[in-house]
């Protein structure tokens, strides 16, 4: 194994932390939420496990291989992080808020 400690390696960590922090997230969310039609309640569901595998799955990526990146797609890779963190925290306060 070939962990290094650059920001490609720190940006595999935080999606993986990221993907088990929304899977909690989401599951007390749809606890909490009682007047949700089935549809909904579905839909949730579904976003509820298939966004922190698609987190989880490039996190092990980027925390294996990520000192490797070249800077182009480690920038690439800050950009996305960035955006996912941010859609993220954007559904929880949303979902919580209602």
Known sequence: MNVGSRLGTL???L???LAFGYFIVMIIAIARSSNNSFRNTGLYII???VIP???FLPG???LWSGWRLQ???EFAQVLQAIAIIYLTL???FVK???
Request: charged residues 10%.
């Open 90 to 92: 954007r559904d929880a």
């Open 11 to 13: 940006i595999g960590l």
């Open 96 to 98: 919580f808020s209602r």
């Open 15 to 17: 999606y993986i932390l």
């Open 71 to 73: 800077p182009s797609l």
């Open 53 to 55: 595998i698609l987190l």
């Open 47 to 49: 976003q509820s496990v």
């Open 60 to 62: 092990v990526i980027l």
